[in-house]
């Protein structure tokens, strides 16, 4: 059984969409992996086919129902249940490539997209859901954070990305540094050469000038990364206790 999605939002239009599209619409028609966009009215119960009511409490917006979104949920997680739930909203666990390798090498995901006000806390306590942003903004909807997630998960997934686009040296790849320059054709442009070292085809020396980039750029632009790259890099050492088996 390959890696598998289920969207429920009210908006399923917007699925696949990108998604469609390039490496992650090619692993989508060679079945590396299967998506499902759920209209989350289909679960209404009553014959207004209300999916939400306002707030207990008071206060603007409205709250997608409990009921309505458990059915959902459940009709979504029947053939495959052993997936994790997946609420996105700008309250949730922040989106790092940590997250998304470990959900990518999982069976897939449910993922509850919100509009409104937010959906009901009984049902995200109930259904044990995994609160997830992708950043510190707020959306109009959780459809947009579902295809970034989903973008970046089906990426990793075995034979979506060819050999040319390996993940093995990109930023935030293994290492956790963010990627050095690249340059193409021409070698001088705009009055501007492409690093000489380049065009010297000494390999090892290239392999040095990239390792340095990545790091004056972390250092530069993320310093929290960076910290995290030494802790890491410190800690394996000492925890092994034999650096040269690190
Ligand atoms: N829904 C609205 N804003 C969001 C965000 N930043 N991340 C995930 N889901 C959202």
Sequence with gaps: MSWRADVLTLFPEMFPG?????????GLREGLWSLAAHDIREHAKDRHRSVDGTPFGGGAGM????????AAVGAALAEMPDRPVIYLTPRGRLLDQALVRELAAGPGAVLLCGRYEGVD????????MLEISIGDYVLSGGELAALTLLDACV???P??????ESAAEESHGAEGLLEYPHYTRPAEWAGRAVPEVLLSGHHAAIAAWRRAESENITKERRPDLWARHETQRGGAG?????????
């Design 121 to 128: 806390q009984r049902v995200i306590e109930a259904r044990g």
């Design 159 to 164: 034979g979506v990305m060819g050999a040319a």
């Design 63 to 70: 709250v997608l129902r409990p009921d309505v979104v458990d």
């Design 238 to 246: 000492a925890i092994a206790g034999h650096p040269a088996a690190a």
């Design 155 to 157: 990426r990793l997934l």
């Design 18 to 26: 990108p998604l469609g599209l390039s490496l992650a619409g090619r």
